[in-house]
């Protein structure tokens, strides 16, 4: 069964650029057929679809983050990474990978991370 | 900016039946939108239940139904247990970029 893993600092200055990095575990990322996502949640809110990409570095992103945002994959490592620059107390979330596979064309959302909470904050 | 606006909360009696409902800001849901549904329990990571409209997940148990309804994705709950107690968010694609719905609460009272 596959699993996702977050990691990476819980507490993140303002002005900063929040790393978070995913590990995949179960499946490998460069076998294909699937992209690798990144979801946050604000306290007590909903979900927020940050953006993905695929094992070949092709990547969609939120356009309302897009301009800050930047996922990258290594496949050697099996993990894939977001960066969120320039970040405010209004990028403090929990922070969700996921993965999105297709069939027959359909896309879905399977299997996703436990999350990681990232405070931002002085 | 796109918005996609489900029931902020919804009541049901165990054993009952609930529909809660996914609608766009941009028109008429429809199966191009690859409707997903997700559970989420307080403290957990959300869980996949539906894609593609009405397709389950292999762990999504069978009291769980997806559709289009009147121009929404319809998320359809049969024979409710005091477990699916959990707030519910539906995600639209919109031809590259995904939104998520605000999400239902579904109470079993």
């Known amino acids: 069964q596959v699993q996702l893993q977050e990691s990476g600092p819980g507490l993140v200055k303002p002005s900063q650029t929040l790393s978070l990095t995913c590990t995949v575990s179960?499946?490998?990322?460069?076998?294909?057929?699937?992209?690798w996502s990144w979801i946050r949640q604000h306290p007590g809110k909903g979900l927020e679809w940050i953006g993905y990409?695929?094992?070949?570095?092709?990547?969609y992103y939120n356009p309302s983050l897009k301009s800050r945002v930047t996922i990258s994959v290594d496949t050697s490592k099996n993990q894939f990474s977001l960066k969120l620059s320039s970040v405010t107390a209004a990028d403090t979330a929990v922070y969700y990978c996921?993965?999105?596979?297709?069939?027959?064309?359909?896309?879905?959302?399977?299997?996703w991370g436990q999350g990681t909470l990232v405070t931002v904050s002085s | 900016q796109t918005v996609v606006t489900q029931e902020p909360s919804l009541t049901v009696s165990p054993g009952g039946t609930v529909t809660l409902t996914c609608a766009s800001s941009t028109g008429a849901v429809t199966s191009g939108y690859y409707p997903n549904w997700f559970q989420q329990k307080p403290g957990q990571a959300p869980r996949a239940l539906i894609y593609?409209?009405?397709n389950k997940h292999s762990w999504t148990p069978a009291r769980f139904s997806g559709s289009l309804l009147g121009g929404k994705a319809a998320l359809t709950l049969s024979g409710v247990q005091p477990e699916d107690e959990a707030e519910y968010y539906c995600?639209?694609?919109?031809?590259?970029?995904?939104?998520f719905g605000g999400g239902t609460k579904l109470t079993v009272l």
């Open positions: 990409i695929y094992y070949s570095g092709s990547t």
């Open positions: 995600l639209l694609y919109y031809g590259g970029p995904w939104v």
């Open positions: 593609s409209t009405s």
């Open positions: 179960g499946g490998s990322i460069s076998s294909g057929g699937y992209y």
């Open positions: 996921a993965r999105v596979g297709a069939v027959a064309g359909t896309p879905f959302f399977d299997y």
